[in-house]
């Protein structure tokens, strides 16, 4: 089967398992667990930052960083495709007692000026208070499209003015950065928080970091621990997490260049309405009126494709490391024929 339904399928490379057996190990809740600390301290540093969380998951580094910097009764700004919103089970108000206000666009970024829109006045008993602006870069449900980084410095002088924290989720921020060549440090000194997943296009099985300042992430300890996420000898795993980030960056460039070739593909087939291709790894397709996706599906599984229903009429598909050039090649000639 070629599954193109996540980057999140993949599954350890023999290398990677290698590099995870022969790890030391140690109780992560004392401190002493030497693989999570050096990929904590990897990421900080590559990010130019203080310091950093290891958690169970993309999620739960959210979710911390929302908790850290709101109080109940606040508000968040994001955009109403953000995963913190879609995909979190409702944790910001769960987790939190915060609610949000959501920015509408076409794939996810938004501007300086939408924000400034809205913020609540704070002198208004009415309003809630805005304390935070969270940004997906790459934007999930967007097809993977990126942020400029221009308009994220616009939004951080905003926050500055305003007094507000700056959060974003880069689940897959290294796609961004090798799509646009630039470097982690450039994206540390714009946020207050940033999180980050090993476990989807890096490779890794598990894993997620917040990276911050020493005193948020101080107090993200205390609220990884109330999450129920501080774990014992995670080495194991964290191990995972330093194979990916020491050699599965670069190659994200080979994804990219495998969804551009899928994307061209879908749009050779008459079946397909609309595609939107943000530059990365996800391609998000509209199929033309009267196609129901789930039938879609069932007819690209009998070709040995799997993909995501992403609505009624819309499939999401996600080129990763563990599909091949050969792979990409099948599927493409399969999806331009159908
Ligand atoms: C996958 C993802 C996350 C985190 O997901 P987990 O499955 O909890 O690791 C967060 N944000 C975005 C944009 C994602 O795609």
Redesign the pocket.
């Known amino acids: 089967m070629i599954d193109l339904r996540s980057d999140?399928v993949t599954k350890p490379s023999a290398g990677m398992l290698d590099f995870m057996m022969n790890t030391g190990v140690g109780d992560m809740v004392f401190g002493e667990d030497p693989a999570v600390n050096e990929l904590e301290a990897m990421a900080a540093d590559m990010f130019g930052m203080e310091a950093a969380l290891y958690c169970p998951?993309?999620?739960?580094t959210?979710q911390i960083a929302i908790n850290v910097h709101t109080r109940p009764g606040d508000e968040v700004i994001c955009s109403h495709m953000a995963?913190?919103y879609l995909?979190?089970g409702g944790g910001v108000a769960f987790n939190s007692g915060a609610s949000v206000a959501l920015i509408q666009s076409e794939n996810g970024t938004f501007s300086a000026e939408d924000v400034r829109q809205h913020i609540n006045n704070p002198d208004d008993p009415h309003k809630a208070y805005t304390r935070l602006v969270e940004i997906?870069n790459t934007?999930?449900r967007g097809a993977g499209a990126c942020w400029d980084f221009n308009e994220m410095v616009r939004i951080r002088e905003l926050c500055d003015q305003r007094h507000l924290g700056y959060h974003l989720?880069g689940?897959?921020l290294f796609n961004a950065l090798v799509k646009d060549g630039m470097k982690p440090e450039e994206y540390g000194t714009l946020f207050d928080s940033i999180?980050i997943?090993l476990?989807?296009g890096l490779g890794a099985p598990v894993g997620?970091l917040l990276i911050g300042n020493r005193d948020f992430i101080r107090q993200g300890a205390r609220v990884r621990k109330l999450f129920g996420g501080a774990m014992r000898q995670a080495g194991y795993i964290a191990a995972a997490g330093i194979y990916a980030l020491k050699n599965n960056v670069e190659r994200l460039a080979d994804d990219h260049r495998n969804a551009a070739a899928i994307a061209e593909a879908l749009k050779q087939n008459s079946l397909t309405e609309k595609v939107n291709y943000g530059g990365t790894n996800i391609v998000i397709f509209t199929l033309r009126p009267g196609m129901k996706a789930s039938d879609y599906l069932e007819k690209i599984r009998a070709r040995g494709i799997l993909a995501l229903k992403t609505g009624e009429r819309s499939i999401r598909m996600v080129t990763h490391l563990d599909v091949s050039d050969a792979q990409i090649r099948e599927a493409c000639d399969i999806l331009a024929t159908l």
């Open positions: 999140t998951s993309g999620t739960m959210n995963h913190i995909f979190e997906e934007v999930n989720d689940a897959r999180s997943c476990s989807k997620s």
